[in-house]
DNA sequence: GGCGGCATGTAAACAGTTACATGATTCC
DNA sequence: GGAATCATGTAACTGTTTACATGCCGCC
């Protein structure tokens, strides 16, 4: 998966493995995540494929950048991708509720303050994505000059924000109820 | 992860790899699904590691069961494990939406069908949520006869089952925003 | 005879996490 | 002098997925 977040990266602009990870933390890490290890382990490995091509930057003397570049074998690995539509549920995974589920045993306050903080860290995390100003979210520069493309791009990322902030919303609300009916026992 | 998941199903009664992959199915594959073959695996190593134990059952003699029981050192293990809270955002990821965010380029028609087919499959599973009767969505038999527990740690299966229906509606709802949204371009 | 469910596993590949490792620059 | 940010990577491990593999039973 990650293979095809960095190709749909590299698809917009060249980029370093450094730029990559901001890139994903800014945006896709809402939901899909990546450690740097991965990206320049996988970078490397997309090199090997021919789905990217890497220049270092001397520029710069002291600092070493690797450029990352799409080849065109990897624009039709990503078309490919995108042209073959998801015919399941992407599965989910949440350890807060596996750990919920198996809380029948637990001391009634351990699992009230463990529900409290992720709440605080809900709250957090919907702050985040409400102070993120929509017309900030956005593909990088380069397709700014073809107008429709980038107002096009734009929403398809926006849609993804709105995800977000209705699931930061929804799960604080299922916090809140959990809470008061533990707090009820 | 799923180490504790086996342990929390064992901690009910002893179970084969079986009956703990059905258990899983019905119940935690909602928010951390798993295999059959991953299932056997890690129960081995969980043998190996003496968190459980197993005996081959015969009494059946065509029929090979490995029944699993979990041991002190498990119990102490999922205590342990229990015991220590999440102090973080469980890392959440949707392939789905990796797609719509590099949708950009596609065709309308062709993510309108895609978005309208997972807007069936979330209808299907929302049903199946609301299908499951809360009063037959509890732990195993074992816990019957201690009403308390018992009542005590379905209570806690039911927050999970809410959150699943809580999630269905609310990715049903942004999947209708999103859909005419997408017919709107 | 074929299908679905019961029941168990192995092997190989792929994906993801944690820890280790380095070194420069900029700002306080 | 120390912390943060830029910048890149490797190694070891753990976790997950896909494919392969077998064989019984009961039902239609």
Chains 1, 2 share one sequence.
Do not use: C
Request: aromatic share 12%.
């Amino acid at each position: 998966m990650l293979k095809y977040i960095l190709l749909g990266f590299l698809n917009y602009q060249g980029m370093t493995g450094y730029d990559l990870k901001r890139s994903i933390d800014g945006s896709t890490a809402h939901f899909w995540h990546a450690y740097h290890s991965q990206i320049y382990t996988t970078l490397r490995k997309m090199e090997r494929d021919g789905l990217v091509t890497s220049v270092i930057d001397d520029t710069d003397e002291r600092l070493e950048r690797r450029i990352y570049q799409i080849t065109k074998q990897g624009k039709s690995k990503l078309k490919e991708w995108l042209g073959k539509s998801l015919t399941e549920l992407p599965p989910s995974k949440d350890s807060l509720l596996v750990r919920l589920f198996f809380s029948g045993s637990r001391d009634r306050q351990e699992v009230l303050s463990e529900l409290r903080f992720q709440r605080q860290l809900r709250q957090q995390q919907l702050e985040l994505y409400q102070q993120i100003k929509p017309e900030e979210y956005s593909p990088p520069s380069q397709l700014r000059s073809d107008t429709l493309d980038f107002d096009r791009e734009a929403k398809f990322w926006r849609m993804t924000l709105d995800l977000g902030l209705a699931y930061e919303q929804m799960y604080l609300k299922w916090l809140d109820e959990t809470i008061s009916q533990i707090e009820s026992f």
